[in-house]
T-cell receptor
């Protein structure tokens, strides 16, 4: 089984809909991250969390919200989806030191019509 | 603000060639630099992590170098194979605070190794 699992893997929805992307991990890591990837661009950080009580905005947090339900679960919500949020979304985890490589899920491909 | 650039955006080579992928960054104040591999439909897999105090790291046919003063890193792949075909991304972890202390990614080099 994958260490970092993202659901759903693919989603097509309409403008204005509320969407939740979920991430769960079995690595026992404290730190979790949400990124988005657009064609021709690198990954950009949306939100990150260092533990259940710690949530931080990343570079591009506008239009998104997150919830850290447990150490192993970190969800990303789009309250009212818009077409320019169409992208590939990745969840990642890392250990407490933050000095070791992050471990990534396989991504969620989100299309907003 | 840290910016990471990878050139070329795409590269195609015949099998067996040795090749170099380039990564440059604008702010030399970094904790580490990482190289990742991304396969279609998959997430990123870490290949090599170089701490700021190190000059290079090796894993199998891969060798990554870091020159902080010039803001450059290279990923050398020896004796390339079709299975090496993927997108390669570099990312730096700046010495900063808050969200700026998180990884900053380049846009990647898409490598195709032809049989």
């Amino acid at each position: 089984d994958a260490d970092v699992t993202q659901t759903p893997r693919n989603r097509i929805t309409k403008t204005g809909k509320r969407i939740m992307l979920e991430c769960s991990q079995t690595k026992g890591h404290d730190r979790m991250y949400w990124y988005r990837q657009d064609p021709g661009l690198g990954l950009r950080l949306i939100y990150y969390s260092f533990d259940v009580k710690d949530i931080n905005k990343g570079e591009i947090s506008d239009g998104y919200s997150v919830s850290r339900q447990a150490q192993a679960k970190f969800s990303l919500s789009l309250e009212s989806a818009i077409p320019n949020q169409t992208a590939l979304y990745f969840c990642a985890t890392s250990d407490l030191t933050g000095t070791q490589p992050q471990h990534f899920g396989d991504g969620t491909r989100l299309s907003i019509l | 603000k840290q910016e990471v650039t990878q050139i070329p955006a795409a590269l195609s080579v015949p099998e067996g060639e040795n090749l170099v992928l380039n990564c440059s960054f604008t702010d030399s104040a970094i904790y580490n630099l990482q190289w990742f591999r991304q396969d279609p439909g998959k997430g990123l897999t870490s290949l090599l992590l170089i701490q700021s105090s190190q000059r290079e790291q090796t894993s199998g046919r891969l060798n990554a170098s870091l020159d902080k003063s010039s803001g450059r890193s290279t990923l050398y792949i020896a004796a390339s194979q079709p299975g090496d075909s993927a997108t390669y991304l570099c990312a730096v972890k700046p010495i900063s605070s808050g969200s700026a202390r998180q990884l900053t990614f380049g846009s990647g080099t898409q490598l195709t190794v032809l049989p």
